[in-house]
Antibody, heavy 120, light 107 residues
Framework: EVQLLESGGDLVQPGESLRLSCAAS????????TSWVRQAPGKGLEWVSA????????FYADSVRGRFTISRDNTKNTLYLQMNSLRVEDTAVYYC?????????????WGQGTLVTASS | DIQMTQSPSSVSASVGDRVTITCRAS??????LAWYQQKPGKAPKLLIY???NLQSGVPSRFSGGGSGTDFTLTIASLQPEDFATYYC?????????FGQGTKLEIK
């Protein structure tokens, strides 16, 4: 059974940093691209970032480029999102998701999400 | 970036009704379109991938169609558990983008 378990969400002040983790199990993690998607309270889904299976290519939404960094450790079956210079508008539930392919594709499995709140 | 526009934003329907939701892309995306269902407080769930392929375990009353810029999600006979919010998403190119969502409510 595919499982994705996010952790690391917290309440932080604007300008601070946070690192999210997503532990994967139930599939060959190193064979699939993975992604982060967020959802602000009461709002729709917003794609944030993706990384290819090997980790050699990364992609970002304009809203986070330059502040967030996606990475993965295929030896630990874990996906990360380093979030720097957090803003109030980054407040959201952050989901990790598995893509159907090595480099691209629809998001076929999702974690349960972790809440990030940036507020003073 | 590719913009995804869903319609309607909300719809009221009864158990047993047939419902169709549409999604339009701002440029051609071939068949790189997925549909997700989300219930309150839960993660999204993939229903349809690559426009018309039913994800494993999803009931056959769900179907998807279209290619290029215009796509549909049809629920053939609504069941109580289908009342939720539905999102389309393009995977033609990064940055991936979602539609704004369609809330399906009980009439």
């Amino acid at each position: 059974e595919v499982q994705l378990l996010e952790s690391g969400g917290d309440l932080v002040q604007p300008g601070e940093s946070l690192r999210l983790s997503c532990a994967a199990s139930g599939f060959t993690f190193s064979s699939y691209a993975t992604s982060w998607v967020r959802q602000a309270p009461g709002k729709g889904l917003e794609w944030v970032s993706a990384i290819t299976a090997s980790g050699d290519s990364t992609f970002y939404a304009d809203s986070v480029r330059g502040r967030f960094t996606i990475s993965r450790d295929n030896t630990k079956n874990t996906l990360y999102l380093q979030m720097n210079s957090l803003r109030v508008e980054d407040t959201a539930v952050y989901y990790c998701a598995k893509l159907r392919g090595r480099s691209y594709g629809n998001l076929d499995y999702w974690g349960q999400g972790t809440l990030v709140t940036a507020s003073s | 970036d590719i913009q995804m526009t869903q319609s309607p934003s909300s719809v009221s329907a009864s158990v047993g009704d047939r419902v169709t939701i549409t999604c339009r892309a701002s440029q051609g995306i071939s068949a790189w379109l997925a549909w997700y269902q989300q219930k309150p407080g839960k993660a999204p769930k993939l229903l349809i991938y690559e426009a018309s392929n039913l994800q494993s375990g999803v009931p056959s009353r769900f179907s998807g169609g279209g290619s290029g810029t215009d796509f549909t999600l049809t629920i053939a006979s609504l069941q109580p558990e289908d009342f939720a919010t539905y999102y389309c998403q393009q995977a033609q190119s990064f940055p991936y983008t979602f539609g704004q969502g369609t809330k399906l409510e009980i009439k």
